[in-house]
């Protein structure tokens, strides 16, 4: 899949997967997020780098809040942006998704932004468009089922980077639902690029997938060991589907075991902060005094998701054909 | 190419920088700020800021975001600075500061930048050397030295700074 994802010179072809980006990709990529930083405080709000080109929102998974992060990002860059509504498209009448990638290569597409509830999909849609030749279209995984979801992990990346700088010292805590995020597993790859020498995982046995350990990362079942000394407390979604199922008891023991309260704050860092993918459910993975707290960059985070996003638009354009190396 | 088989003597950047300020001394009253292209044209203007007693604001522009030639020439190389202006551009008298007018299309990004900002009562040029080969309508009102004839496309000048803040030419091929 890095084959995939990058060109013969190391640069970004598609964004599918964080796992195996080069260490200074990244840093290139946040490098750029902070320009894009500043061009969402002006009062124009738009640069002209991607003028002309047409990025495609394909959305076979219904999520309006990380839809509209990548159209305002793809804006801010002026590229035209079409969302495709695939619950009410060619799909619904039986069209494969492969027939719909095709479909949208012939209307002289630029850029695939997808999110797709299989695991796979957008790499399976890069291969495919590599197969028709259809090498000057990148692909941009916006999340497909469990896998990854490359831009919330480089999201958070940024934002740890935006109030820790260095990464080669932080305790860094990921709490909850970690069997069915897919953003989990994009941090995880993220931090070890970055060099975060402690990496804790921590949740109901039930929510924790056993292959973990693997990664490299501290696994635990007690929530206050690992909160203990960290620098940044990473907050999963608890799913919603999953809150009646038989993963937990209830939501309130949920929260009981789960929940980061104020009290147990304080077991990190005074100066910790608290990462929350969004949406949350307040008073289930996180008590609102601490959602809305001092030590919350659950806001910035979002701020920062637009900055990050036009960064990595402005490296997968950056590839066009005829590119001077 | 061979410097030595160049047409032409660059003069010593230290010395055209002096001449600039010296024009620059002339006129800076009538300009209500002055803002430097990234990299070389930020060095200059920070320069000429410090040798005014700081008495007009300046400001940074990386135009990297607003090149014409992403396509051919690719994202700059160089680490992209966010631009900072930390003035109203709107109504400003605004001197725009590079160190080597070429082509013209930098200035003309960097325009296209700054009326994002606002729009500006005036904008002047100011550059060390004008090395000719022009594309597009775009001069310089302050220059020291205009190369004659044109330097050939292949060579690439760029003003460096030393690490006692004086300037050099890098020049190369």
């Known amino acids: ?325 | 190419m061979s410097l030595a088989s160049l047409p032409l003597q660059i003069p010593p950047a230290e010395e055209l920088y002096i001449q600039l300020r010296t024009a620059f001394f002339a006129v800076w009253e009538s300009y209500d700020a002055l803002v430097g292209i990234h990299t070389g044209g930020a060095w200059l203007a920070e320069r000429l800021h410090t040798d005014i007693g700081g008495s007009l604001p300046l400001g940074r522009l990386d135009v990297s975001f607003y090149r014409d030639d992403l396509a051919r020439r690719g994202l700059a190389r160089h680490a992209v600075r966010p631009s900072d202006l930390p003035f109203a551009v709107e109504g400003a008298r605004i001197l725009l500061i590079d160190d080597v007018l070429y082509t013209g299309r930098t200035v003309r990004a960097a325009l296209n930048e700054l009326f994002d900002y606002g729009r500006p009562k005036m904008v002047r040029l100011a550059v060390l050397v004008d090395r000719g080969g022009r594309e597009l309508p775009i001069a310089a009102d302050l220059c020291p030295w205009r190369a004659d004839p044109p330097l050939p496309p292949p060579y690439r000048l760029e003003l460096t700074r030393r690490q006692d803040a004086t300037f050099t030419w890098e020049l190369s091929s």
């Open chain 1, 1 to 325: 899949m890095t084959r995939l994802q990058l060109t013969p010179d190391g640069r970004l072809k598609h964004l599918l997967t964080l796992e195996g980006l080069p260490e200074t990709l990244l840093h290139r990529i946040f490098e750029l997020a902070d320009s894009f930083l500043e061009v969402s405080t002006r009062s124009v709000k738009k640069v002209p780098l991607l003028r002309g080109k047409s990025v495609f929102n394909l959305f076979f998974e219904n999520s309006t809040r990380t839809r509209t992060t990548f159209e305002i990002a793809a804006a801010r860059l002026s590229a035209d942006v079409i969302n495709l509504n695939i619950a009410t498209s060619s799909t619904a009448k039986g069209e494969s998704l492969l027939d719909t990638v095709d479909n949208l290569a012939a209307m002289m597409a630029d850029m695939f932004v997808i999110r797709h509830a299989a695991a796979g999909a957008p790499v399976r849609i890069a291969q495919h468009l590599a197969e028709r030749g259809q090498t000057h279209i990148s692909v941009l995984n916006a999340g497909d089922g469990r896998h990854a979801h490359p831009t919330q992990g480089l999201l958070d990346m940024y934002t740890i980077r935006h109030y820790k700088r260095e990464f080669t010292h932080l305790s860094v805590a990921i709490v909850g639902d970690v069997l069915h995020s897919r953003v989990a597993r994009s941090e995880i790859s993220a931090l070890s690029a970055l060099g975060v020498p402690d990496i804790r995982v921590a949740g109901p046995k039930t929510l924790l997938p056993k292959e973990l350990s693997a990664l490299g990362v501290t696994v635990t079942h007690d929530l206050d060991e690992a909160l203990d000394g960290v620098d940044v407390i990473m907050m999963l979604r608890l799913q919603n589907e999953r809150m009646h199922g038989s993963f937990i008891s209830s939501v309130a023991e949920y929260h009981e075991c789960w929940g980061l309260t104020p009290e147990r704050l304080k077991r990190a860092k005074p100066n910790a902060i608290v990462m929350h993918p969004g949406p949350m459910n307040r008073g289930v993975e996180i008590a609102s005094s601490v959602a809305d707290g001092p030590q919350s960059v659950i806001l910035p985070q979002v701020t920062f998701g637009i900055a990050v996003r036009m960064a990595v638009f402005a490296l997968l354009a950056d590839v066009a054909p005829g590119a001077a190396a």
